[in-house]
């Protein structure tokens, strides 16, 4: 017997009703309260053309522009040894000057590696820097003037300069006639009695105003071992010499308390006196 129409409409609207709480059951589960469920909100379905809002790009402060010391500063072996915090400065956000570091202060860097920490600090920093920042670079092969050729205001003096610092007033000279930057200096960092004579920064000064290099007198700054920690050389403790090379030097409170400790643990002595039976004897 066929069902009525009535009743196959109605089984029908139920389904289609059934169907649809099932869906907007889903929606809530996993779009949450405030999901993906857009029914009953008005508004209807969001819109396939609809502007999407983008994050603006985080605006700098005035107060985080600091005043620059130069367009192009030519760093010295004297900064990189004696004033390596003026470095970590110009590599910071924020900063607009461009470092160039000539290839003969790479060279005293290198020569001064074994007995220097802080020549090892900045050989760090500079690996770290040129590449990833582009306003820290180095001298190019053929960026640098021919000693003959540059012009000194004292020209009747004819005392001899050594090789590395005619290289380094050549490498100044050539970014001073070739650099389009107006303010273009040479960065030096004097040390009276540095036992290395090549980071003392006194005799590339003297010269580099003789070439008519502007000159940037900077203040040593202390030696930190890198951001106020101890570098990886300082961490390296010395053994203590009362010790063996082979034996194992344990932290003072851990080796205090093992000094304390006997070698061998002692059982304490029985308070009752146990009489062991032999076979066959009897217990009186």
Known sequence: MAAPPNKIAMS???????LNHQVEQLEKSVGGNDGGNWRGRG???PKANAPRRTM????????DR???????????????VHGLEHIRKWCQRGRDEIVIVPLEALNTLDMLKKSSKAAREASRILEKQVGANPRIRVQQDDAFVLWDKIHFADA???????EWVRRTICSARWEVEHGAKPKIVLAVAPVTGSPAERAN?????????RAGVEVLELLPTPWTGGHGRKSSDEDRREPRKDVHPQQ?????????????QPLVERVPAPTKVIRVLARGEKLD
């Open 248 to 260: 194992k030097v344990l932290p003072v409170r851990r080796r205090e308390r093992e000094e304390r």
């Open 56 to 63: 603006e790009p985080k605006k700098e402060k005035p107060q």
């Open 66 to 80: 600091q005043e620059k010391e130069a367009d192009i500063i030519v760093a010295d072996a004297s900064v990189l």
């Open 12 to 18: 029908k609207a139920l389904g289609a009703a059934f």
């Open 43 to 45: 508004g209807g379905p």
């Open 201 to 209: 920064g006194s005799l590339v000064a003297l010269w580099a105003k």
């Open 156 to 162: 009747e003096d004819t005392s001899p300069s050594p």
